[in-house]
């Protein structure tokens, strides 16, 4: 499997030439060359190998990843999966359980990781294959990898805890000062590991963003301090997310499939897909759709990718918070970004978004894959004005019609509302994010068709947000308690990628 970058460059590369590189040379993000298609035979096997395997969720991530990585053998790959996805790190055998919440409405869990947020998911995986492709490089001398990342939440604590401890690992994690739970401020600052080290930024998430984005564009600086990336720009999470898509499926459909209709949705004809892989795939198996509360649209552009492979997915419904950048485009075809004065502080804080590092891979597969019409509209367009419109352009409806896309939006007000109304008619804790998701998949659900909400966080994460909404505390897992009162370790900085660079420099071994 080789890799090329939404911006046109053709780079040639295999899947550990970009695992620990993050963004392509050209300011682009990898993807494959074409997606892996997934036949009714293919699906029916890993069925089978998701709930008979005695790690079913792992072999199942075997055989998902074993499609696009060629490059680390294949016994060593199972064995990472294996090491990866148990129950003593995840809780649960099952890995990503799916709960049956009302009429045609699921949710996955998947915060039953160490840091309680579903980019646990990822991460730990991404922390084992960075230690294996570090160590058995430079002939097996090992190399030193130092990981930049940026914020909002729940990416930073998942990666700091998958990471720390590693050898050959330093991650340096960006923030916004002041912006996070007091929780998520306390489960990434209290890290006391030497390999650890947060940097709480002046500014907004999107800030911390840019900070990454033109330190991985300084390819000087990054060839010489060995810079790579654990935020969603990087391929090989955002691969690692795809999985639990079609255990979601695996899951819904078994228990559903005797009384759902063989409906074809919003998918394309056969033969109407794109020559690198498309949705067509399949189109005669139960069908759901998947919500996911989205900000910087990591976790959706995965579902987008599973779609691509066959999985039978009908709509990708993308729920925000106040900050709609991704709602505004999927209603209207504009992409309007908001600098930090415009970007909402809201109860779903891990969402307060407005710059979506991850939709340039799914624009890049809705204008044919032209990288340099990609370019012109990330890397030159949004720049000057921060803005593109494709609403006249005849691709902008296929985000619908060919690729399942719809959005929605959720205030404080609803997502208060939806935390209670789950708790009084369901016994369901959610924490604000997953009901954003909540309220606006019931938007979207039609009879005999299962709608699945990806959970995002557990309740405790959000306290304040749930004490409001229904008057108590959420349950805290023991070894959580008092996490809030422990030593901080953190350094505020200005919002300034020269202050960034400098901290780095003076703390790499």
């Not at 600086?221 to 999470?237: L, P, Q």
């Not at 063989?262 to 394309?268: C, E, F, Q």
């Not at 419904?317 to 999927?330: Q, R, S």
Request: with cysteine; aromatic share 10%; charged share 25%.
């Amino acid at each position: 499997m080789k890799y090329l970058s939404t911006r046109g460059e053709a780079a040639n590369k295999r899947f550990c030439d970009i695992l620990l590189e993050g963004l392509a040379p050209d300011g682009g993000l990898y993807l494959p060359e074409t997606y892996p298609r997934v036949d009714a035979p293919t699906l029916a096997r890993w069925r089978d190998i998701y709930h008979r395997s005695p790690q079913g969720y792992a072999d199942l991530a075997f055989e998902i990843l074993s499609l696009y990585i060629d490059d680390i053998p294949a016994e060593d790959l199972r064995a990472i999966c294996r090491k990866t996805y148990t129950a003593e790190v995840f809780g649960t055998g099952e890995i990503v359980p799916l709960r049956h919440v009302e009429d045609g409405l699921w949710l996955e869990a998947l915060s039953n990781g160490p840091t309680l947020a579903f980019k646990d998911m990822a991460m730990q995986l991404l922390g084992n294959l960075f230690e294996y492709e570090l160590a058995r490089r430079n002939g097996g001398r090992g190399e030193q990898l130092n990981i930049l990342g940026a914020t909002s939440g729940d990416t930073g604590s998942a990666a700091e805890y998958a990471m720390r401890g590693k050898k050959g690992v330093n991650v340096f994690m960006t923030s916004p000062h002041g912006r996070m739970s007091p929780f998520q401020q306390a489960q990434m600052f209290s890290l006391q590991d030497p390999n650890i080290h947060n940097l709480a930024i002046q500014g907004v998430f999107d800030d911390c963003q840019d900070i990454v984005k033109a330190v991985s564009n300084d390819l000087d600086f990054k060839r010489k301090y060995k810079i790579g990336t654990v935020n969603s720009i990087n391929w090989a999470r955002l691969l690692a997310q795809v999985v639990y898509y079609f255990a979601g499926y695996f899951q819904a459909t078994e228990l559903t499939t005797p009384t759902l209709p063989a409906a074809r949705g919003s998918l394309p004809p056969e033969g109407a897909d794109s020559p690198w892989g498309g949705p067509a795939a399949n189109p005669n198996l139960p069908q759901v759709s998947f919500t996911v509360p989205s900000g910087n649209f990591g976790n959706v552009c995965a579902g987008h990718v599973a779609r691509m492979m066959g999985l039978p997915i009908a709509k990708l419904v993308v729920a925000t918070n106040e900050n709609d950048v991704l709602d505004e485009f999927f209603r209207t075809g504009v992409y309007r970004v908001r600098g930090s004065a415009d970007t909402h502080e809201t109860s779903s804080p891990s969402m307060d978004i407005s710059k979506a590092s991850n939709f340039e891979r799914f624009i890049f597969d809705l204008l044919g894959r032209d990288g340099a019409k990609t370019r012109a509209l990330f890397g030159e367009q949004l720049n000057q004005s921060g803005a593109f419109d494709l609403s006249a352009d005849p691709a902008f409806p296929a985000a619908k019609t060919n690729y399942g896309f719809v959005s929605g939006k959720s205030t404080h007000a609803d997502r208060l509302r939806t935390i209670r109304d789950s708790w009084e008619q369901h016994g369901l804790m959610i924490d604000p994010h997953t009901a954003d998701g909540v309220k606006v998949a019931r938007q979207y659900r039609e009879v005999g068709q299962p709608m699945i909400v990806l959970e995002t966080a557990l309740p405790i994460k959000f306290a304040d947000t749930l004490v409001e909404a229904l008057g108590r505390e959420p349950e805290r897992p023991a070894k959580y308690a008092g996490i809030e009162q422990l030593p901080k370790r953190v350094t505020v900085l200005g919002k300034d990628v020269r202050a960034v660079k400098d901290y780095i420099v003076r703390h790499v071994g």
